[in-house]
């Protein structure tokens, strides 16, 4: 079994801002449009956004700024999937 070490206080920071930043996302996407209708418009939006970051990923010259922008879009699509959906 592997052991991981203990996050340190910074990581903890960081972790807290962007799921705070995915949260304040999906909030301001839930006041936007409405709820998931089903599972797969769910999942197909949470795919757009995969393939958007994907995209950034795939750029010779990375912007963490717009791969931070497209994964906290996809982390809140997640979190409407969960709260909408389930």
Not at 8 to 27: F, S
Not at 42 to 52: K, L
Request: charged share 35%; net charge negative.
């Amino acid at each position: 079994m592997t052991e991981y070490k203990a996050m340190t206080e910074n990581e903890r920071d960081r972790l807290n801002r962007a799921a705070l930043d995915a949260i304040d996302e999906a909030c301001e996407a839930r006041r936007r449009f409405a709820c998931f209708n089903s599972p797969h418009e769910g999942i197909s939006v949470i795919r757009e956004e995969f393939e958007e970051l994907w995209d950034e990923v795939k750029l010779k010259q990375h912007s963490g700024t717009a791969m931070r922008k497209e994964a906290t879009h996809l982390a809140a699509m997640a979190l409407r999937f969960i709260v909408d959906l389930t």
